[in-house]
């Protein structure tokens, strides 16, 4: 499969499990991206990874937990949630030189996990 | 602090008719600005960008540095255009701060 792949599409979960989501990108990036859609907020970026390491961190609770194992793969390992952190979860990656300058590259987006948090 | 807003959530016309959406950024240094579009049941993607200076299914945008604006703007809508349109800044760090959308309805 082409582009990037986001599972599961959907989840529901309880305030007190753990689960993870899963971004996988077959377009040879080098930079991976997890945004947070909700409803009432803009599109909001959480986490960046070039190359591996993160190199952007928007004061996302401690309940988030990214990890890049290696430049195709990233997850967001979640627990602990709130009813407030029920939103569309989207991956993105890019292909950008170095860890700077990542925004101006042409981000291609997964179709996202819709998370419910009972 | 770096910003960009879309004043209209909803935008309506008729099909042949001009569209403009409206964006504005607020940033003090050389931004560069993009507009992400999102088709029913289809991801988010890129629809243009100013550094590219083009036009993509009829669509422009032309940074304006002393509006600090960057309006998408087309001719004649399409039925086909009717999608969720953002509107998006970055800075030379990692950072991107996208717009709150605006919904673009084409009546035919």
């Known amino acids: 499969e082409t582009g990037v792949t986001q599972t599961p599409r959907h989840l529901v979960m309880g305030m007190t499990n753990k689960k993870s989501l899963k971004c996988e990108q077959h377009?040879?990036?080098?930079?991976m991206y997890w945004y947070k859609q909700s409803a009432k907020k803009p599109l909001e970026l959480m986490f960046v990874y070039s190359l591996e390491e993160r190199v952007e961190n928007n004061s996302v609770p401690s309940r988030f937990s990214p990890e890049c194992p290696n430049s195709s793969h990233l997850f967001l390992h979640l627990h602990t949630l709130q009813p407030e952190d029920s939103a569309l979860y989207l991956c993105a990656s890019s292909q950008g030189a170095s860890g700077r300058h990542l925004a101006k590259n042409i981000q291609y987006f997964g179709a996202g996990t819709r998370l419910s948090v009972l | 602090a770096q910003r960009v807003t879309q004043p209209e959530k909803l935008l309506s016309v008729f099909k042949g008719a001009p569209v403009e959406l409206k964006c504005n950024y607020s940033?003090?240094?050389?931004?560069?600005l993009f507009w992400y579009v999102q088709y029913s049941r289809q991801r988010l993607q890129l629809l243009l960008r100013h550094i590219s200076r083009e036009s993509i299914k009829g669509f422009t945008a032309d940074l304006n540095k002393g509006e600090t604006s960057f309006h998408l703007k087309k001719p004649f809508a399409q039925e086909e255009d009717s999608a969720m349109y953002y509107c998006?800044?970055?800075?030379?760090?990692?950072?991107?701060?996208f717009g709150s959308g605006t919904r673009l309805s084409i009546r035919p």
């Open positions: 998006a800044l970055s800075d030379r760090a990692s950072k991107i701060i």
């Open positions: 377009l040879g990036h080098n930079a």
């Open positions: 940033y003090s240094g050389s931004p560069e």
